[in-house]
């Protein structure tokens, strides 16, 4: 079993959707969590980082976070055409002190205007 | 503000010949750097990370080497290129504060090419 799990899609979806991206993760002590956006032939871009359990809103991105269910995502509203990327979740442990980041394998994602 | 630069930006090698990409960070000191490799539909894979100048650990046993010169500096080597060599390789850099709870930032990649 991977340590973090990712759906790779691909997502199609028409612009203004909601659009909901999920990982879920084995190992408990995970306690950083970040979302990342990659466009074809670049690098990743980091997006939300967040360390608790809720809701962390900016602009249309919200990301979540539930510890108990081990279990993360990503919420993007009114999506548009320029939203279409891959969506990488990211996770490491506090007491790591190589600042390892775990990848899920990406979520490829289409916005069709 | 940081920024970090990779280059080049896309590379064609025969197998068997030798390899140099380069990473350089700016706007911070002593700064965590990493390198990825990143296969189609495979996630990335992390390769080398430094915690400082001539730090360098290993991820996983293959065909590179990475070195760090310098404190902005990270370089990815190999003597021989194989074809499984071939992949989107990814820079990245983490503030040297609290090990283990930061954010990576991410250069735009070298797409590499063996033939």
């Known amino acids: 079993q991977k340590e973090v799990e990712q759906d790779p899609g691909p997502l199609s979806v028409p612009e203004g959707a909601i659009v909901s991206l999920n990982c879920t993760y084995s190992?408990?002590?995970?306690?950083?969590f970040m979302w990342y956006r990659q466009y074809s032939r670049k690098g990743p871009e980091l997006l939300m980082y967040?360390?608790?359990?809720g809701n962390k809103e900016d602009g249309r991105f919200t990301a979540q976070v539930d510890k108990s269910s081990k279990y993360i995502s990503l919420f993007i509203r009114d999506s548009q055409p320029s939203d279409s990327a891959t969506y990488l979740c990211?996770?490491?442990?506090?007491?790591?002190?190589?600042?390892?980041?775990?990848f899920g394998q990406g979520t490829t994602l289409q916005v069709k205007p | 503000s940081q920024t970090i630069h990779q280059w080049p930006a896309t590379l064609v090698q025969p197998v068997g010949s030798p390899l140099s990409l380069e990473c350089t960070v700016e706007?911070?000191?002593?700064?965590?750097l990493y390198w990825y490799r990143q296969a189609a539909g495979r996630g990335l894979q992390l390769l080398f990370y430094?915690?400082?100048?001539?730090?360098i650990s290993s991820e996983v046993p293959q065909n590179l080497s990475a070195s760090r010169p310098q404190d902005r500096q990270f370089i990815l080597s190999s003597k021989k290129l194989l074809l499984s060599d071939s992949g989107f390789y990814l820079c990245?850099?983490?503030?040297?504060?609290?090990?283990?709870?930061?954010?990576?930032?991410f250069g735009d990649g070298t797409r590499l090419s063996i033939l």
């Open positions: 990245a850099w983490s503030p040297d504060r609290g090990i283990g709870n930061q954010p990576q930032h």
């Open positions: 190992n408990s002590a995970f306690q950083y």
């Open positions: 967040t360390y608790s359990s």
């Open positions: 990211a996770m490491s442990e506090p007491s790591s002190n190589t600042g390892k980041l775990i």
């Open positions: 706007g911070t000191s002593n700064p965590n």
């Open positions: 430094s915690v400082g100048i001539g730090q």
